[in-house]
């Protein structure tokens, strides 16, 4: 067990400009760290100095012990560390009087362990019934702007993405709860290995048309997006109880 910090660090930067003739890029970056503390309480042991719990007569004075011991062990101040990359970058070019080309890329990665439940205090649970959290996002998106004539404008767009987001597990089946006690080992609703697992293809045109007063769009839009949930709600098994005696 260690004592949470309450702890913070942001930073970052960003930096543009031509890298030749009519060539420009701009990156930016964001960083944060985060110390925060999830404490773990008992409604069977409000202090520390709180009493044992009284074990049926079935368990011996030696296994009555363990069982106090591990109950206490459940108990505490947990440090919980949050790191956060955003970043974005782009490029523009100027290809000729009539013809422009744009990219753009967002980057963000976060993780943080014990972040299944968010709570900073957390009764009658334990740390192994938590789990990390973890986001992976990645888009890239391009642009072709082309004057084709005095009244015709053409826009192409492309775009690839993807977004992972991904609960862990402390603890392996089954899922164990104690009314107003403890619970310990899976969560009912984890692991969720993706949370979704989201993939995206997009191209889409459009041609623009100027007549007078008029004007007149046409193209396509083709989004292909692939996605897979995996939540096996209650998959390592559930036992729970109603009272430590129980």
Request: proline share 5%; charged share 15%.
């Amino acid at each position: 067990m260690t004592q949470g910090v309450h702890q913070q660090q942001q930073f970052g930067g960003s930096v543009g400009g031509p890298i030749k003739d009519k060539l420009f890029y701009f990156l930016t970056y964001d960083g944060s760290r985060k110390v925060f503390p999830v404490s773990y309480t008992s409604t069977a042991f409000p202090t520390p100095a709180s009493p044992n719990l009284t074990c049926p007569a079935v368990i011996n004075a030696t296994q009555c012990a363990e069982v106090n011991a591990f109950l206490r062990g459940n108990l505490g101040s947990y440090g919980c560390d949050g790191v956060n990359d955003v970043a974005f970058g782009k490029l523009d070019y100027q290809l000729n009087a009539r013809n422009r080309l744009s990219s753009a890329f967002d980057f963000d990665d976060y993780h943080a362990p014990d972040s299944c439940n968010a709570s900073t205090t957390i009764n009658n649970s334990s740390l192994s019934a938590n789990g990390p959290a973890v986001t992976h996002t990645r888009i890239f998106v391009a642009n072709w702007d082309s004057t084709i004539s005095n009244t015709l404008v053409n826009n192409f767009r492309f775009q690839w993405g993807l977004d992972n987001e991904i609960i862990g597990a402390n603890g392996s089946g089954p899922s164990v709860s104690v009314t107003n006690v403890t619970g310990y080992g899976l969560p009912n609703a984890l692991p969720r290995p993706a949370f979704p697992d989201e993939h995206r293809l997009q191209f889409a045109d459009t041609l623009s048309w100027s007549k007078g007063k008029h004007q007149f769009k046409a193209g396509f839009d083709i989004n292909a997006i692939h996605e897979l949930l995996i939540n096996l709600f209650e998959g390592g098994g559930v036992y729970s109880y109603t009272s430590f005696n129980n």
